[in-house]
T-cell receptor, first 114, second 113 residues
Framework: NAGVTQTPKFQVLKTGQSMTLQCAQD?????MYWYRQDPGMGLRLIYY???????DKGEVPNGYNVSRLNKREFSLRLESAAPSQTSVYFC?????????????FGSGTRLTVV | DQQVKQNSPSLSVQEGRISILNCDYT??????FLWYKKYPAEGPTFLIS?????DKNEDGRFTVFLNKSAKHLSLHIVPSQPGDSAVYFC????????????FGKGTLLTVNP
């Protein structure tokens, strides 16, 4: 019962470096999401994928790209990291169309950009 | 423009008493509301939800009340337990097919023994 798995759990980057945050779910969910959590800001949506083959921007997409690799995996890429991207990143998934609206979240990736 | 607002950053209550966490929203198109609980170093976990066509939903010690005319919802925890100490997020879903949730900033609940 893994649920939503995020890797890595911690990462330190230098300004300008790139990296990809990985997310995989094993619940046969069709929709996946990337959020960031900053102190005093709550959870803000970066990108989402309503279904395999589609991706859309959320509230704070600048500086990020995403790939829905298959139904299970949804990755978030920082092409040129900036200190403003220091945050905790959460991946979530849900099964759209079933009448339940709760997301299942991963345990997060804590990213520090220096 | 914050569509989901949790105006109390923190709340402290005594064990056994009632905890009331509040949430206000501005978007009339929200059709479903959820509460999530988050412990440090963990992802948020779903707690309870309510459809916009209802005014109350109960699950054990947790009850969510919705006042659509006031665009206000609240989460009641009775009785509060020390294990309830966590950050609570209110979230709302826009009607439609994309299942995007908009979250409030969260309220840190501390239940003192």
């Amino acid at each position: 019962n893994a649920g939503v798995t995020q890797t890595p759990k911690f990462q330190v980057l230098k300004t300008g470096q790139s990296m990809t945050l990985q997310c995989a779910q094993d619940m046969n969910h069709n929709s996946m999401y990337w959020y960031r959590q900053d102190p005093g800001m709550g959870l803000r949506l970066i990108y989402y994928s309503a279904s395999e083959g589609t991706t859309d921007k959320g509230e704070v997409p600048n500086g990020y790209n995403v790939s829905r690799l298959n139904k299970r995996e949804f990755s978030l890429r920082l092409e040129s990291a900036a200190p403003s991207q220091t945050s905790v990143y959460f991946c979530a998934s849900t099964l759209m169309g079933t009448g339940t609206y709760g997301y299942t979240f991963g345990s997060g990736t804590r990213l520090t950009v220096v | 423009d914050q569509q989901v607002k949790q105006n109390s950053p923190s709340l402290s209550v005594q064990e056994g008493r009632i905890s009331i966490l509040n949430c206000d929203y501005t978007n009339s198109m929200f059709d479903y509301f959820l509460w999530y609980k988050k412990y440090p170093a963990e992802g948020p976990t779903f707690l309870i939800s309510i459809s916009s066509i209802k005014d109350k939903n109960e699950d054990g010690r947790f009850t969510v009340f919705l006042n659509k005319s006031a665009k206000h919802l609240s989460l009641h925890i009775v009785p509060s337990q020390p294990g309830d100490s966590a950050v609570y997020f209110c979230a709302a879903r826009s009607g439609g097919s994309n299942y995007k949730l908009t979250f409030g900033k969260g309220t840190l609940l501390t239940v003192n023994p």
